[in-house]
């Protein structure tokens, strides 16, 4: 049978504005690249660089209580949940001298009791300072008792390029500190060219493999410009096509949790974007089919504000070009709120033109309104909220896909049984049209035995029937 492509999140189970105060700068040097010019020179060591690095790359466990219940005793109400321990080793980057480390959020997600261990063998408990599941980064924090550690430098400075050389450290398969080499791959790699984006991947084939999450790329100074999160194999081990969240990406996480912040914020476009197909690439006489095309503007939102128009092309932003939507709206989601960027516009009519956007936070209009409902209708145990370009940035759902109410848990009750997710957006009950939370709430309220309920899942709408 042929083998299929997977996606592997990096982890190993032993049981199943301005820089912020503190960090380390890297150098700030232009960079030199050369092909080696004789034999001997090929022969050059790159333990300097080890030496630098690998004193800040540590490994990380995590630990947490599972309980299951017998599912066959289940059905009947029976049955006691029984506990089980479950763990994960991976691996993180210390970024300030008193102890905040990086790493992978799938490493240490529900973790009740999380350890780091130095390169040096000490260990100390860590805590959670931020989690951010869209980019899949975890910010901890251990008590150093004063005591200053070695950091990496994060360099955001954006100009890695492909074929440059590059080391992995991390902890694979548990066995204790790594180091592989290889060259970046590519840049801007986006799971989603259609959609948008947390992060645009550096794509590397320095060797990766389970428990390295959380690691550390870094280039030739030694300085820290990606953290190792997932690969792509057919085996479940490396086969040399690694992706690591760039430095730009890592520094906002850092930065919000620092500063106390419970989510990161995030500038957006404003705009719902497409890719250039072939087809549109000749009709605007794009030598190539990259850009975004402007489909639709959120009112008084960053891109209307900066003059953009429907059937406008993104082509370039800040100089570089735009590959697709995705890689645009990562382009703004990585500014730092209030910044102002430059982008580069060709029109309906072949004209190019600039237009100056002022990267700001998604409005969270209309109030979130977040509630579990409950009572003898099919919304009983079901969370549900306002959809507002806030909420839809940090679930990563469309924001132009409301207004509405989108489902975000399900946790018992009737909606256990009726089939809805959490993801789906409900439209309308018994003929009524819902658009927010307290219209949710007045319909289930009202007592009736017959509803029919008509969900939206993807671009698919389903109308439902029940009767309790």
Known sequence: MRARRILITLFAATAASAPAAGFAQPEMAAPTRSVPPSAAAMKVSFA??????????????????????????????????????????????IVREDGVIVTNNHVVQGGQEITVALADRREFPARILLADPRTDLAVLKIDTGGQRLPTLAIDDSGDAQVGDLVLAIGNPFGVGQTVTNGIISALNRTADPTGDAASAYIQTDAAINPGNSGGALVDMDGDLIGINSFILSRSGTSSG???????????????????????????????????????????????????????????????????????????????????????????????????????????????????????????????????????????????????????????????????????????????????????????????????????????????????????????QEATLTFRL
């Open 48 to 93: 300097p660089v080890v030496q630098k690095a690998a004193p800040a790359v540590v490994n990380i466990s995590a630990k947490r209580l599972v309980r299951q219940t017998d599912p066959f005793w289940e059905l009947f109400g029976l049955g006691a949940p029984r506990g089980r321990i479950e763990g994960s080793l991976g691996s993180g980057v």
């Open 241 to 459: 096509v690694g992706f690591a969240v760039p430095a730009a990406m890592v520094r906002q996480v850092v930065e919000a949790a620092v500063g106390g912040g419970r989510a990161v914020v995030r500038p957006w476009l404003g705009a719902r974007t497409r890719p250039i197909t072939a087809e549109i690439a000749r009709a605007l006489n794009l030598p190539t089919p990259q850009g975004a095309l402007v489909a639709d503007l959120w009112p008084n939102g960053p891109a209307a504000r900066s003059g953009l128009q429907q059937g406008d092309v993104v082509i370039s932003i800040d100089g570089d070009p735009v590959v697709d939507p995705a890689a645009l709206n990562y382009a703004i989601g990585a500014r730092r709120p209030g910044e102002t960027v430059t982008l580069e516009v060709l029109d309906a009519d072949g004209r190019r033109r600039q237009a100056r956007l002022r990267a700001d936070a998604p409005p969270a209009t209309p109030a979130r309104d977040e509630r579990t409902l409950s009572g003898r209708n099919p919304f009983d145990g079901m969370t549900v909220v306002n959809l507002s370009p806030a909420v839809a940035a940090e679930l990563g759902v469309d924001p132009f896909s409301g207004p509405g109410v989108l489902v975000t848990g399900i946790r018992g009750g009737f909606s256990r049984s009726t089939g809805i997710r959490p993801g789906d957006f409900i439209r309308s009950v018994n003929g009524r049209r819902i658009e927010s939370v307290a219209d949710l709430a007045a319909a289930a309220a009202s007592g009736v035995r017959a509803w029919q309920v008509v969900i939206q899942r993807g671009s």
